[in-house]
């Protein structure tokens, strides 16, 4: 978890200009520090997702379902928790803190997820990511391929979204019934 957490705080890094590097309210000697909160924001926020049950919210994201990142659950939860620990750590307004979660949190995820889905680019791997992220629950699973499938249109049903029942038609090989082993896995998997 720790080098994801490193390769993590350099994205951030990269993406910081405006929001926090360049940023008055935050003063000089703690912009690494505020790079090191939203670095741990996105991580603690991906694995409160997971482990709330939000499967399907990182899962989407990572397969580019979320046309606008913005609109994700899980960018909203990792925005909320960068806000408060802004306003808390560094005493920046409510609207200060905002204006650094709504631009460099979207950025961030963006790039984290263009850069697991280049084939050329092993900084990071989806599949470590999630195996991190879950604790290793996600180890006997092949993320990619999931994701891949996912992003490449599994809804089953045409209702724009992968729901379970998609799922289940993708694990059980048809559109009814339970699925089995592995359906069972995924759905159980963060309970």
Do not use: C, W, Y
Not at 29 to 36: D, G, I
Not at 84 to 107: D, E, R, V, W, Y
Not at 124 to 136: A, K
Not at 179 to 188: A, H, Q, R, S
Request: charged share 15%; net charge negative; glycine share 14%.
């Amino acid at each position: 978890l720790q080098h994801m957490l490193d390769q993590l705080i350099n994205l951030v890094k990269e993406n910081a200009g405006q929001a926090i590097l360049n940023n008055a309210a935050i003063p000089a000697e703690r912009k690494e520090e505020a790079v090191q909160v939203a670095g741990d924001s996105v991580i603690g926020g991906l694995q409160q997702a997971l482990s709330q049950g939000n499967v399907m919210d990182v899962v989407n994201m990572f397969a580019g379902r979320s046309s606008n990142l913005q609109e994700n659950p899980v960018t909203n939860q990792i925005s909320g928790s960068l806000i408060n620990q802004m306003a808390s750590k560094f005493g920046l307004s409510n609207s200060q803190a905002s204006g650094i979660a709504g631009s460099l949190i979207p950025t961030v995820l963006g790039q984290l997820i263009k850069r697991t889905n280049d084939p050329n680019d092993n900084g990071f791997n989806v599949q470590d990511i999630f195996n991190q992220l879950s604790g290793g629950k996600t180890s006997g699973l092949n993320v990619g391929a999931i994701i891949s499938k996912l992003s490449s249109g599994l809804d089953q049903d045409g209702d724009g979204d992968v729901d379970m029942q998609d799922l289940m038609s993708m694990f059980a090989g048809s559109g009814s019934g339970g699925g089995g082993g592995l359906f069972d896995k995924v759905k159980n998997m963060f309970k």
